[in-house]
């Protein structure tokens, strides 16, 4: 008897420490009064410092809304801007929180690397930028051309499938720093630059004539786009998994920043009300307060609010939806229900 006492006691007292884990990065955030976030370093449209210094974007105001669903204030963050070389190790090693980078989902980076993806957030795929001057209108024709792109990122594999599969030769010219990689292009370093196509939208703002260069029309890679989290951080990954599916639900059912207020006071709608927490306790199964998804949607706006603030079709950056509407609509974002 005394045997199976001691394997039970083990047994709870595993399961204790497995739960104190898992709740180490809440209690981290919340005695330090801050969520400490990793965003990419100077992308406009996603994360950029705007004419008075402050960091702005559609990555930012992810992180914007976890603060606010953890702590009750979108303005208790901590933003970090992280070159994809050192985003990584900041998440394993406690530095951040939370990335909500430009990074994408793959096998190798979700397992076995101290980190796991979330959830996706934006839908994208690696492209090609030229001078026009060139004469190059599709990346078929880049057979031997030099190719800028920046280390740290899985554009420098799709490249190689790319130009293996269709028996082209290529030589790749690799920078620590994206603008440089950028840079070097612009002064004829490389005879084509290589990111994903947002990345290419959103950077291409700084070449001094953007209109003398072109994004060439082939789409070379999937690059499902998320937030990461340090892996076994299993309460932690919920609530900002959850948080975020909250923002594209807010979409879904029609609640905006502007009318939030009004429907957590007045909406008949059952999953309206469990979203804002009028009715169900989701947020205390988590740890947090049961209006954490109204906090999130009042301090940014649902899903959509936040694309075309920072990058829709009306920004500089000019990125239709696309694959990126709500699947109601044509489209691949989804969230699982609120029940």
């Known amino acids: 008897m005394r045997k199976y006492l001691g394997a039970f006691a083990v047994l709870v007292l595993g399961t204790a420490m497995a739960g104190a884990a898992c709740a180490a990065v809440l209690d981290d955030v919340k005695q330090r009064g801050k969520l400490v976030c990793g965003v990419g370093p100077n992308i406009p449209g996603f994360a950029f410092a705007d004419d008075k210094g402050v960091i702005r974007g559609f990555d930012v105001d992810h992180c914007h809304a976890l603060a606010a669903a953890v702590l009750g204030d979108p303005a208790k963050v901590e933003l970090k801007p992280l070159p994809p070389r050192d985003a990584f190790a900041q998440i394993q ?14 096998y190798t980076r979700d397992n076995g690397a101290g980190m796991q993806f979330l959830m996706v957030y934006e839908y994208d795929g690696q492209g090609f930028m030229v001078k026009k001057a060139s004469g190059v209108k599709s990346a078929l024709e880049l057979n031997g051309a030099s190719i800028c792109i920046g280390q740290g990122t899985t554009t420098e594999l799709n490249i190689a499938d790319y130009f293996r599969a269709h028996n082209m030769q290529y030589k790749i010219v690799s920078f620590a720093d994206l603008d440089e990689a950028r840079r070097a292009y612009e002064d004829g370093r490389c005879d084509a630059w290589s990111n994903d196509r947002g990345s290419l939208a959103a950077r291409g703002l700084a070449l001094k004539v953007r209109a003398d260069h072109v994004i060439l029309p082939e789409t070379i890679s999937k690059e499902p786009i998320g937030p990461v989290v ?31 207020d009004d429907m957590k006071k007045n909406s008949p709608n059952p999953e309206i009300k469990r979203l804002l927490g009028v009715t169900d306790e989701f947020g205390a199964k988590n740890g947090i307060s049961n209006d954490w998804a109204y906090n999130a949607i009042k301090a940014v706006g649902n899903y959509g609010e936040i694309y075309e603030r920072n990058i829709g079709p009306k920004t500089p950056i000019g990125l239709e939806r696309g694959i990126n509407k709500l699947w109601k609509d044509g489209g691949l974002i989804y969230s699982p229900p609120f029940r």
């Not at 090693?93 to 793959?106: A, E, K, M, Q």
């Not at 948080?243 to 502007?258: D, H, M, S, Y």
């Open 93 to 106: 090693n406690g530095g951040v929180d939370i990335l909500t980078h430009r990074f994408t989902w793959t």
């Open 230 to 260: 340090r892996k076994g951080e299993a309460q932690w990954a919920d609530i900002a998994r959850w948080t975020f599916f909250a923002l594209i639900t807010a979409e879904e059912l029609g609640v905006t920043q502007a009318n939030v």
